[in-house]
């Protein structure tokens, strides 16, 4: 079974600042899929970005960018130029590519994000 | 807005009375979700349509029955529920093809409480 792991509960970053949020997991599948999700205060859980594993590039959503190491099974997301509106929890999750039905997703536990004015 | 819509926003109940989740999305999606994210704890798979079918039931005690009449509604019938059971429920949708258009878009949630 896949598990995805967020060792940081909680992040603080100053408005304008870099901030960047860690991720493992631990999968025996060599095609797969990774997301961070953003739920802000209102519950919403919204799509923040997403990477296919058999693509070497880091994706890139405007402020937002991943370093995915697949060899160390590491997918973290930071977020630049920080916005009061960027606070949030961060969810990171995966998916298996494998199997032709849909796939759950596996969430990691989270990291709450506070900007500071 | 993400196309995926669920009411109640907020519920209360008591554990001997019946109620009804609603999702529905307007997405053209052809799998859709529940999920259950409790405080401190990641999000939880509940149960997962394809197509109206039932494909996955994540050992969800049977208090918990869901109902897909089609592809654009989902439903989470609710029958003598604990207070454990107090939660925030999440649905999703997706497209069946795979890849990245299977990307799972979630609604605002049900904020559920037992007393």
């Known amino acids: 079974a896949q598990t995805v792991t967020q060792s940081q509960p909680e992040m603080s970053v100053q408005e304008a600042e870099t901030v960047t949020l860690s991720c493992t997991y631990d999968?025996?599948?060599?095609?797969?899929?990774l997301f961070w999700y953003k739920q802000p205060p209102s519950r919403q859980m919204i799509l923040v970005i997403r990477q296919e594993a058999y693509k070497q590039q880091n994706a890139t959503e405007n402020r937002f960018s991943v370093n995915f190491q697949k060899a160390a099974k590491s997918f973290s997301l930071k977020i630049s130029d920080s916005q009061l509106g960027d606070a949030a929890m961060y969810f990171c999750a995966y998916r298996s590519a494998e199997g032709g039905s849909a796939r759950q997703l596996t969430f990691g536990s989270g990291t709450q994000l506070t900007v500071l004015p | 807005e993400t196309g995926v819509t669920q009411t109640p926003r907020h519920l209360v109940m008591g554990m001997t009375n019946k109620k009804s989740l609603k999702c529905e999305q307007h997405l053209g999606h052809n799998a859709m979700y529940w999920y259950k994210q409790s405080a401190k704890k990641p999000l939880e798979l509940m149960f997962v349509y394809n197509f109206k079918e039932q494909t996955e039931n994540n050992s969800v005690p049977s208090r918990f029955s869901p109902e897909c009449p089609n592809s654009s509604h989902l439903f989470l019938h609710l029958h003598t529920l604990q207070p454990e059971d107090s939660a925030l429920y999440l649905c999703a949708s997706s497209r069946r093809s795979g890849g990245a258009l299977e990307t799972q878009y979630f609604g605002p949630g049900t904020r559920l409480l037992v007393l």
């Open positions: 999968t025996s599948e060599s095609d797969y899929y």
